[in-house]
């Protein structure tokens, strides 16, 4: 019988599971080191899972609250992944073991960031979908309604809305003359680190601070490339 196409349902109470079992699956964990405790409901089979009221706990640093439908397993590339995360808590320290890629990026400054506090959903395939809710980080509060596509060998491109009430963004890229910022309107472009950003901003700044001093209500329309705007 096809394993695929067993059906399935599972009940966890504080089931323990390591990293090191996950990352049989997910091979970008195996350094991550991590004992997690999962509770929750997950039925399906393989090709169709769905969970229920899911709690993980990864340390001290990592939890998750949620319920996802998952379609296309065991091909990753062709999984569709519908996630609600009620209340998702990690640190820059944990998702650079999550995701190693992360540690080459030097510009901008994510380690500036600490930490991620996520509410929202996810929707779409691993490397094309749209992320809809709102991120806490230590250098502020970021609301998205974007479309991301990450093309296994090329640059991220993205699409969508975002909102900030106040970032501070000259934390994030280094610069000591740019303070914090805050902003509503539209955004296409590609790139997240200094050397390949190329973005088109149009929206409104209710305020942005430059050289201590505060500039209020801007409209915005323009590109943002190599360091210019």
């Known amino acids: 019988m096809d394993s695929c196409h067993i059906f399935i349902t599972c009940f966890f109470k504080e089931a323990s599971i390591h990293s090191d079992d996950i990352a049989y699956f997910a091979p970008e964990l195996k350094e991550w080191d991590k004992r997690l405790s999962i509770s929750g409901k997950v039925t399906g089979t393989v090709q169709e899972m769905t969970g229920k009221n899911l709690s993980v706990k990864a340390g001290n640093s990592t939890s998750l609250v949620g319920e996802f439908t998952l379609n296309g397993l065991p091909d990753i590339e062709k999984a569709y992944l519908d996630f609600t995360a009620k209340d998702f808590k990690t640190t820059y320290g944990d998702l650079v073991k999550i995701i190693p890629k992360l540690r080459t990026i030097t510009e901008p400054r994510l380690e500036k960031l600490e930490y991620l ?23 502020g509060t970021i609301r998205t309604d974007v479309n991301m596509k990450i093309p296994e060998n090329g640059v991220p491109m ?35 680190t200094m ?28 590109q943002l490339a190599k360091r210019l705007f």
């Open 117 to 139: 506090h996520f509410n929202g959903n996810f929707t779409g395939f691993f490397r094309d979908f749209v992320t809809y809710g709102t991120i806490e980080t230590a250098l």
């Open 195 to 222: 050397s390949t950003l190329d973005a088109t901003l149009k929206g409104n700044l209710p305020f942005i601070e430059y050289n201590n001093y505060r500039y209020s209500d801007i409209a915005v329309d323009g």
């Open 158 to 192: 993205y699409k969508g809305t975002v909102r900030t009430e106040g970032f501070n963004l000259g934390g994030l890229v280094n610069t000591q003359s740019l303070g914090s910022l805050a902003f509503e309107g539209d955004i296409i472009g590609k790139g997240f």
